[in-house]
């Protein structure tokens, strides 16, 4: 079995940032893509972005591109969100996933593991 475990999110203030963490454990290979999700209330689950191995390939969607950037630590088994000019738009649980492959994938659907997801509120 695999876990994620999703920490770092907060209540902010527009145009601050926050950096999301998301350590992987179990039996998991640290070979594989992960991603980012979020979502907000009412809302489905949206797509963020999503990171390669060992961490090459990036992607980012263009709501968060040039303000949020995706990387990994693969010898921490750490996926991590830098999340800089936050909106009140950015306001969402955000998710961490993980695929079996080294792929990348926008499609929540090729996840097969998930967090229990952070908190991200940002006030206007």
């Known amino acids: 079995q695999v876990q994620l475990v999703e920490s770092g999110g907060g209540l902010v203030q527009a145009g601050d940032s926050l950096r999301l963490s998301c350590a992987a454990s179990?039996?998991?290979?640290?070979?594989?893509?992960m991603g980012w999700f979020r979502q907000a209330p009412g809302k489905e689950r949206e797509y963020v972005a999503t990171?390669?191995?060992?961490?090459?390939?990036?992607h980012h969607a263009d709501s968060v591109k040039g303000r949020f950037t995706i990387s990994r630590d693969n010898a921490k088994k750490t996926l991590l969100l830098q999340m800089n000019n936050l909106k009140p738009e950015d306001t969402a649980v955000y998710y961490c996933?993980?695929?079996?492959?080294?792929?990348?994938?926008?499609?929540?659907?090729?996840?097969?593991?998930w967090g229990q997801g952070t908190q991200v509120t940002v006030s206007s």
């Open positions: 996933a993980a695929r079996t492959t080294p792929t990348t994938s926008t499609s929540a659907a090729a996840y097969g593991y």
């Open positions: 179990g039996r998991t290979s640290s070979s594989v893509a």
């Open positions: 990171i390669g191995y060992p961490g090459r390939m990036t």
